[in-house]
């Protein structure tokens, strides 16, 4: 079974600063992965995802996510954090395999403050 | 509208009571998701949809739980006799849906907030 643990609850960061979210995940096949943001009263936009083309993924408003194997891990980063990037944010893991349904499997969430 | 819509997005009900959720996917979009969100449990999956069938049922929570998809577009999720449980925000979820609807990006709606008194 495959399975998504997102270290930190609640990440807080001054505005500017490093953005980095931590997600590691199981999988039994090196899987699919995704990262989504949340905005209150709103459903999950795609920021990025991994599909086993390159390991250094760039997505959308400076977020990009390395994969790593050899730590089953899918960090997601942001070099300089704006007010605007607040949100809950999920990582996310589907079964790569032929015939897949592609039904996703999040992590709990992290929610990122941002202070000024 | 260009997006995944979906009704009511509040509903608030007395316990027992049945509901219906509706989800209106992205047009041509033949994958078919739909997730409960709740401060218990996270994000789970629920039902998947390939057209008008659900090869995958193993997310629905009790047989009080039910999903139809009907013209290969439109999805309704029904609860019946609602628990205080079912309290949650259900969201539907789109994609193009191929062969590997593993890397296909899933397009999410708003969601409905269900509160059961």
């Known amino acids: 079974a495959q399975s998504v643990t997102q270290l930190g609850s609640h990440v807080s960061v001054s505005e500017g600063a490093l953005v980095l979210l931590r997600c590691n995940y199981s999988?039994?096949?090196?899987?699919?992965l995704f990262w989504y943001v949340q905005y209150p009263n709103q459903g999950l936009q795609l920021l990025l995802k991994y599909t086993s083309a390159a390991t250094l993924v760039k997505g959308i408003n400076g977020f990009e996510a390395e994969f790593k194997k050899s730590e089953t891990s899918f960090h997601l980063t942001k070099p300089s954090a704006h007010m605007s990037d607040a949100a809950e944010y999920f990582c996310a893991v589907s079964d790569s395999r032929a015939g897949n349904t592609g039904k996703l499997i999040f992590g709990q969430g992290t929610t990122l403050q941002v202070k000024p | 509208g260009a997006g995944v819509s979906q009704s009511p997005s509040n509903k608030v009900t007395e316990k027992g009571k049945d509901v219906e959720l509706r989800c209106d996917p992205i047009s041509g979009h033949t994958a078919l998701y739909w997730y409960r969100q709740s401060l218990g449990q996270g994000l789970e999956f629920l039902i998947y949809f390939q057209g008008n069938s659900a090869p995958d049922k193993s997310g629905l929570p009790s047989d009080r739980f039910s999903a139809e998809r009907t013209g290969g577009s439109v999805s309704t999720l029904t609860i019946q006799r609602t628990q205080q449980e079912d309290s949650a925000v259900y969201l539907c979820?789109?994609?193009?849906?191929?062969?590997?609807?593993?890397?296909?990006?899933?397009?999410f709606g708003d969601g409905t907030r269900l509160s059961i008194l």
């Open positions: 999988s039994s096949v090196p899987p699919y």
């Open positions: 979820a789109s994609s193009q849906g191929d062969r590997q609807n593993g890397n296909q990006p899933q397009h």
